[in-house]
């Protein structure tokens, strides 16, 4: 059994322990992961729930025959939502916040920092913020897609000490335990490498849409940035208690050293970039030597379509040596670049400022 401390944590709990018979919510499994949150409260800790079910709690309400389409399983999270919601509700005298994500939402600089207030006011406030992806407006590429990486994001934003992924099964094994009767279970992880995620298989359960895989994706993104993280068996009710005590009866994913900040963190883990803008080697010194900010001048070649504060990778030949939000769109840039900082208002009719990916904004590649 391993050891752990934390102060501020995300737990994320899975739709097998949410609505284990997979059409409604029940309480089965909730009550220790209820006593477990409300007994860290009153010990001062802070935390976060990250959870799944609005789909299968709908699906009782939405009786269908056939595979569920895509606008069916929308109906299905906008009713199962609320019914998730009030589930958790009945087990806490604080009042549960709804807050519904999507990958958009943690993309954009404004809305994301909206969320890491609003996440702190619920907790200065003794609510308990209950996250969700948003399955009625996030399709496809809007989506983070499931749960425990969304967790991850949720334990970036908030700033965590701690991600708990609450699972229906005990934690990293070594094989599938489920076919392999050999498998043990590996208690500590010093660092996510690929030899951690061979040992992923696929989906586990129909119900839900992570297996081991995207738990691996979730430790990786968060002990990285310095946040343990922490898969252990829902269903488990013994594993709370231990919990309690600092023990984990499961797998601990040790925190690497981070010094980075959290808008580094924000621009290296949750931005998808939109186009590329190739430099030349003056540039690239200035970017990699000197902390400068990247300039018309250096730009050679503008690839991809894109608007005014998306994110685009910097490239020096065939390699990028940094990612940043570009201040303008790709058209205007195909217009300026190559230009002199002091000739874009002239020429565009207008100027953000003589930057065209600020410092501020822009984080270098290792
Ligand atoms: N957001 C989905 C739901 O609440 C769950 C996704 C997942 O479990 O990974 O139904």
């Known amino acids: 059994m391993s050891n752990i401390t934390w102060q501020r944590a995300v737990i994320k709990i899975g739709s097998a322990l949410i609505a284990p018979d997979g059409v409604q919510c029940s309480a089965q499994y909730l009550l220790p992961i209820a006593r477990f949150i409300t007994a860290s409260l009153q010990a001062g800790k802070q935390v976060i729930v990250v959870s799944s079910g609005s789909v299968a709690a709908g699906r009782s309400k939405v009786p269908i025959s056939h595979p569920a389409s895509i606008a069916e ?47 702190r006011e619920l907790m200065n406030h003794g609510a308990l913020p209950i996250v969700n992806e948003n399955d009625t407006v996030a399709v496809d590429e809007l989506k983070v897609g499931d749960n425990d990486n969304l967790g991850a994001y ?9 991600l708990i992924i609450c699972s229906d099964i005990d934690g990293l094994y070594t094989a599938d335990p489920r076919k392999n009767p050999q498998a043990t279970l590996i208690e500590r992880v010093p660092e996510v490498t690929s030899d951690i995620f061979s040992l992923a298989g696929g989906a586990g359960t129909a119900m839900g849409t992570g297996g081991m895989r995207t738990k691996i994706e979730a430790a990786q993104k968060c002990t990285k940035s310095g946040i343990q993280t922490v898969i252990v068996n829902g269903r488990n009710g013994q594993v709370f ?22 808008r580094t963190l924000w621009l290296t883990h949750t931005l998808k970039t939109r186009g590329q803008l190739v430099v030349d080697a003056g540039a690239k ?27 685009v990778d910097i490239v020096f030949e065939d390699g990028a040596i940094a990612k940043g939000l570009s201040l303008y769109d790709s058209k205007d840039l195909q217009t300026i670049k190559g230009l002199k900082s002091r000739q874009i208002e002239s020429v565009l009719g207008y100027s953000h400022g003589g930057a065209v990916v600020h410092r501020d904004d822009m984080v270098l590649m290792s």
């Open 73 to 119: 399983k929308q109906a299905m999270a906008a009713i199962g939502q609320m019914q998730m919601m009030a589930n958790w509700q009945r087990f806490f005298d604080i009042p549960c916040a709804q807050i519904l994500l999507t990958a958009d939402d943690l993309r954009d600089r404004k809305r994301y920092v909206n969320i890491k207030n609003t996440l």
């Open 154 to 162: 949720t334990a970036l934003v908030a700033q965590a000490d701690t």
């Open 285 to 311: 010194d200035a970017l990699t030597e000197r902390g400068a900010s990247l300039l018309p001048s250096g730009v050679l070649q503008v690839q991809g379509q894109f608007s005014a504060g998306d994110a």
């Open 241 to 262: 208690d231990a919990l309690l005590d600092g023990q984990v009866q499961g797998t601990v994913f040790e925190a690497q050293r981070s010094e980075l900040s959290a």
